[in-house]
C-alpha cells in the first residue's frame, strides 16, 4: 500500500511541474533583406611600405551616414599591391550591405563592406 500511495505522489509531483518551453537557440535558419548603399573612398592612407588605410563614407538616406575603415571592416589594412592590381583609387565606390533579419534569432541587423564595386540598382 505504501508504494502504491509512493508511486502516485511520484505520478502527482512529475504531472504538476510545468514544462518550460525550450528558448530559441542563436543562430541558424536566418533570412535578411538586404539593400545596397555605396561607399565612397575618400581618403587612402599609406601605414607602411606594404599596406594602407581606406577611409570610407557610406551614405544610406540623406539622414543616415557612416564612416567606415577598410581595417575595421576586413581586420587588416589592405596590400599597396592589391591596391595597384585591381586599381583602386579615391572615388571609388564600394558595395555597403545592410542586413536587417525578417525571421529566425540571429544578429538583427548587419553592416558588411564589400570591396566589390557599388552599382546603382536604379
Given at each position: 500500500m505504501k508504494q502504491h500511495i509512493l508511486l502516485i505522489a511520484v505520478i502527482l509531483l512529475i504531472a504538476s511541474c510545468k514544462q518550460k518551453p525550450q528558448p530559441i537557440p542563436d543562430g541558424g535558419d536566418c533570412a535578411y533583406k538586404t539593400t545596397n548603399y555605396p561607399a565612397t573612398i575618400i581618403e587612402i592612407t599609406a601605414t607602411d611600405?606594404?599596406?594602407?588605410?581606406?577611409?570610407?563614407?557610406?551614405?544610406?538616406?540623406?539622414?543616415?551616414?557612416?564612416?567606415?575603415?577598410?581595417?575595421?571592416?576586413?581586420?587588416?589594412?589592405?596590400?599597396?599591391?592589391?591596391?595597384?592590381?585591381?586599381?583602386?583609387?579615391q572615388g571609388d565606390r564600394w558595395n555597403y550591405q545592410y542586413k536587417q533579419i525578417i525571421s529566425g534569432s540571429c544578429t538583427p541587423d548587419i553592416y558588411v563592406l564589400t570591396n566589390q564595386p557599388y552599382s546603382d540598382p536604379n
Open positions: 611600405s606594404a599596406h594602407s588605410e581606406l577611409t570610407l563614407v557610406a551614405v544610406m538616406d540623406s539622414n543616415r551616414t557612416d564612416t567606415l575603415y577598410y581595417s575595421q571592416q576586413f581586420s587588416t589594412y589592405i596590400t599597396n599591391e592589391e591596391l595597384v592590381n585591381k586599381n583602386i583609387k
